[in-house]
T-cell receptor, first 114, second 112 residues
Framework: DGGITQSPKYLFRKEGQNVTLSCEQN?????MYWYRQDPGQGLRLIYY???????QKGDIAEGYSVSREKKESFPLTVTSAQKNPTAFYLC?????????????FGQGTRLTVV | GENVEQHPSTLSVQEGDSAVIKCTYS??????FPWYKQELGKGPQLIID?????GEKKDQRIAVTLNKTAKHFSLHITETQPEDSAVYFC???????????FGSGTRLSIRP
């Protein structure tokens, strides 16, 4: 059953702690993305990766870090430098080669700072 | 920088009527324009997309139109039903691996 999986669904973090959100896909996609969504707001790009071992900053990369060591995995770390991390985080992937195609999204991780 | 503007931010229509959402993009190199539907607490899902080599595409009650000269594209939903209530996002991108720029979303409500 192919798809993109985010875990956990809900995550609570104490102030000052780093936390890592998982994103795994078995669609053999080259490109992967992380978006942040605040209540009633649109999707803002944090980081994206076009290929393994390479990634680029999006519009709101400050306070976040990523890695892309494997094609199927693109974890996002929310660091203590992110001043307002409470949000809904969405990971997406798409083919990355050939014709421009749709992105598939995971079901999201809701992060709350307590 | 690249930008996608989406209007309106909220839209309420009577069940059975049509709904139209409009988007404008800034990057003239964009050539792929997907539309996503997001239900509460879930990830967005593609409902229809259009590439720059066509001006219109239709799938049952949903249609999208594209005007490359004016750099705008629109989503049309006809015969709206309660299950159409959701948030809709337009997007634009250049190539298969490039970043995808999303509009700010439209919350569509269908009145019974």
């Amino acid at each position: 059953d192919g798809g993109i999986t985010q875990s956990p669904k809900y995550l609570f973090r104490k102030e000052g702690q780093n936390v890592t959100l998982s994103c795994e896909q078995n669609l053999n996609h080259d490109a992967m993305y992380w978006y942040r969504q605040d209540p009633g707001q649109g999707l803002r790009l944090i980081y994206y990766s076009q290929i393994v071992n390479d990634f680029q900053k999006g519009d709101i990369a400050e306070g976040y870090s990523v890695s892309r060591e494997k094609k199927e995995s693109f974890p996002l770390t929310v660091t203590s430098a992110q001043k307002n991390p409470t949000a809904f985080y969405l990971c997406a992937s798409r083919a990355g080669t050939g014709m421009n195609t749709e992105a598939f999204f995971g079901q999201g991780t809701r992060l709350t700072v307590v | 920088g690249e930008n996608v503007e989406q209007h309106p931010s909220t839209l309420s229509v009577q069940e059975g009527d049509s709904a139209v959402i409009k988007c404008t993009y800034s990057d003239s190199a964009s050539n792929y324009f997907p539309w996503y539907k997001q239900e509460l607490g879930k990830g967005p899902q593609l409902i229809i997309d259009i590439r720059s080599n066509v001006g219109e595409k239709k799938d049952q009650r949903i249609a999208v139109t594209l005007n490359k000269t004016a750099k705008h594209f629109s989503l049309h939903i006809t015969e709206t039903q309660p299950e159409d209530s959701a948030v809709y996002f337009c997007a634009a991108c250049r190539s298969s691996a490039s970043k995808i720029i999303f509009g700010s979303g439209t919350r569509l409500s269908i009145r019974p």
